[in-house]
Nanobody
Framework: QVQLLESGGGLVQAGGSLRLSCAAS????????MGWFRQAPGKEREFVAR????????DYANSVKGRFTISRDNAENTVYLQMNSLKPEDTAVYYC????????????????WGQGTQVTVSS
């Protein structure tokens, strides 16, 4: 059974930082591209960042470019999202996702999703 377990969310003031983690189990982690998405109240889920299976390629939404960094540790089956200079508009539930095959799939679809972790940024 595949599980993606996010952690690290919480309440932070604007300008602060958080580091999200996503621990994967039940899949061949190093074969999957990994991504982070988010969904704010009343809005659709949106792409945040993705990283290829070996960490060689990363992409970011324009709204987070230069502030967020995605990374992965294949030995620990974990993907991270370092979030700096947080803004109130970053408030959302953040989801980890895994996709196999074509890397560019991981913007609109994924094979597996986590349950999400809440990030709240106060002004």
């Amino acid at each position: 059974q595949v599980q993606l377990l996010e952690s690290g969310g919480g309440l932070v003031q604007a300008g602060g930082s958080l580091r999200l983690s996503c621990a994967a189990s039940g899949l061949s982690f190093s074969s999957y591209h990994m991504g982070w998405f988010r969904q704010a109240p009343g809005k659709e889920r949106e792409f945040v960042a993705r990283i290829s299976w070996n960490g060689g390629i990363t992409d970011y939404a324009n709204s987070v470019k230069g502030r967020f960094t995605i990374s992965r540790d294949n030995a620990e089956n974990t993907v991270y999202l370092q979030m700096n200079s947080l803004k109130p508009e970053d408030t959302a539930v953040y989801y980890c996702a895994a996709a196999r095959g074509i890397y560019y799939r991981l913007k609109n679809e994924a094979d597996y999703w986590g349950q999400g972790t809440q990030v709240t940024v106060s002004s």
